[in-house]
């Protein structure tokens, strides 16, 4: 079978190659899935460019939010599952901590990701555990199902379940042009709270007024002015930050007294340089909300069903041009996803 790969750390160009590999068995427990599409994440670049906690081994095979058929599935799996249209909860995990036994899947300290920690879903055939699987909704194509599950689930999250966004409150949502941000920008908007969006270019931002009532140029001003500028300096309830260290003591600041931070990612580097009186004199709080558990994941895919909330698809490529797809989101060229097809 075809399946992309990441064969060294460096540009695109020359570092993601399509090549031809043994198609997977499914063993005890595991289905195969015969895949449609799969969303690109920042998480890809970052597996290319070399991750600064890990050493990498190459060549890697990425692929996170996978949608496709089952067909064939391993020992013990049930057969009425074969050619069933699914989209993957992307998290493997122990199933017997006291945080799976409390339905966390992502406390559970020996968690993996597919696609990360285990061959993803960038290859004609994926083999994975058959209790990741979920249904694809009717109302759903699979682009818009692959492109949903990372995205979604972790802007649930952070909005959601660890947020408590209430329609009565302001938020101000980060990289909102890219895949988490989009996706929280769209959850803020649909609690009815009022909702501030980040982003680099006057392009990106016209995307963005949809679901935002201020869209701030960042490039043009600091975000945290412009966030007191627009609510008489009194600041938003809750930041959705996943930029990291560029922005931290902005988001702190951009926070009203009592404010919430909630935070997933740390694109920009991990370690910020803060002032913790700005913190903790002002009641503020940081609350980490990475990737969502399965009932995150399971609202979310539901609201996306429902709803016209979902993934905004910014472009779909052939498996051959991924290495374009690794630029457009590196070079921050994208509104919403990347998918890429067999
Ligand atoms: N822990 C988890 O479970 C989890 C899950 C999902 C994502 N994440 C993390 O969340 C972050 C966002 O992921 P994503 O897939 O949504 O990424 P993405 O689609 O590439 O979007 C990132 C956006 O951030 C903005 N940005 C601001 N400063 C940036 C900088 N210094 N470098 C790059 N982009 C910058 C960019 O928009 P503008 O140029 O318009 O500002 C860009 O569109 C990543 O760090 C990722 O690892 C973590
Ligand atoms: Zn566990």
């Known amino acids: 079978m075809r399946a992309v790969h990441v064969t060294q750390s460096g540009d695109p160009a020359s570092s993601v190659a399509v090549a031809e590999v043994e198609t997977p068995t499914p063993g005890p427990g595991e289905a195969r899935v015969a895949v449609d599409a799969v969303a690109l994440n920042r998480l890809d670049v970052f597996a290319r460019l070399g991750h600064p906690a890990e050493s990498d081994e190459f060549p890697k095979r990425t692929g996170v939010d996978i949608a496709g058929t089952v067909d064939a599935v391993g ?9 069933t249209d699914v989209v993957v909860y992307p998290v493997v995990e122990c199933g017997e901590c006291e945080f799976c036994h409390a339905g966390e899947q992502t406390l559970c300290p020996t968690y993996e990701i597919i696609g990360e920690d285990r061959p993803g879903g960038l290859a004609e055939y994926v083999t994975v555990p058959a209790h990741t ?14 492109a949903t599950p990372v995205a979604f689930t972790t802007a649930w999250r952070m909005i959601v379940t660890t947020g408590r966004l209430r329609p009565s409150e302001s938020a101000l949502i980060l990289g909102a042009s890219g895949g988490v941000g989009h996706a929280a920008l769209q959850l803020a908007d649909r609690t009815g709270a009022r909702t501030y969006a980040t982003t680099s270019t ?84 940081i609350r980490g909300a990475p990737m969502g558990n399965r009932e995150d994941f399971r609202d979310a895919l539901d609201l996306v069903a429902r709803t016209d909330v979902g993934p905004r698809i910014d472009r779909v490529l052939p498996f051959e041009r991924a290495a374009e797809g690794h630029a457009a989101l590196e070079n921050r060229e994208v509104v919403g996803k990347v998918v890429l097809e067999p």
Request: hydrophobic share 35%; aromatic share 4%.
């Open 75 to 83: 020992e013990g799996v049930d057969d009425t599952l074969l050619d």
């Open 133 to 146: 699987l979920e249904p694809v909704p009717d109302e759903l194509s699979m682009e818009t199902a692959a």
């Open 202 to 285: 006057n392009e990106k931002a016209a995307r963005l007024r949809e679901h935002a009532d201020a869209v701030i140029d960042y490039t043009a001003e600091p975000f945290d002015e412009a966030v007191r500028a627009e609510t008489d300096g009194r600041g938003v309830d809750l930041v959705a930050d996943h930029v990291g260290e560029e922005t931290w003591q902005s988001s702190i600041d951009a926070l009203a007294p009592g404010g919430r931070m909630v935070i997933c990612g740390a694109t920009s580097g991990a370690d910020p340089d803060i002032d913790i009186r700005s913190l903790y004199q002002a009641h503020r709080q």
